[in-house]
Nanobody, 124 residues
Framework: QLQLVESGGGLVQPGGSLRLSCVAS????????IGWFRQAPGKEREGVSC????????VYADSVKGRFTISRDNADNTVYLQMNSLKPEDTAVYFC?????????????????WGQGTQVTVSS
């Protein structure tokens, strides 16, 4: 079964950090670009970051540039999202997804396989 599973979410105070993990099962994650998205209550889904197969291309939303870092460990079939200097507006359910292509896609509907999501809450 082709599957993505996110983990690492939780409750953190403003200014804190979290590292999200996206583990692939049933397929080789290193052959595909992986994107991170988030959706807050009452808001549309937002693209957060993406990393290409080689790791040579990394894309970030303006709202997270300088604070979030995406990386991949192909040996562990995992993509990470390191989130630093978290703000209350980062509160959302975070999803990883793949469009089954090597390069990052900017359109969320191009991504056809999604994980179940992990909740990130930034609050004091």
């Amino acid at each position: 079964q082709l599957q993505l599973v996110e983990s690492g979410g939780g409750l953190v105070q403003p200014g804190g950090s979290l590292r999200l993990s996206c583990v692939a099962s049933g397929f080789r994650l290193d052959l595909h670009a992986i994107g991170w998205f988030r959706q807050a209550p009452g808001k549309e889904r937002e693209g957060v970051s993406c990393v290409s197969t080689s790791g040579g291309t990394m894309v970030y939303a303006d709202s997270v540039k300088g604070r979030f870092t995406i990386s991949r460990d192909n040996a562990d079939n995992t993509v990470y999202l390191q989130m630093n200097s978290l703000k209350p507006e980062d509160t959302a359910v975070y999803f990883c997804a793949t469009a089954w292509v090597p390069a990052c896609r900017r359109v969320g509907t191009d991504y056809t396989t999604w994980g179940q999501g992990t909740q990130v809450t930034v609050s004091s």
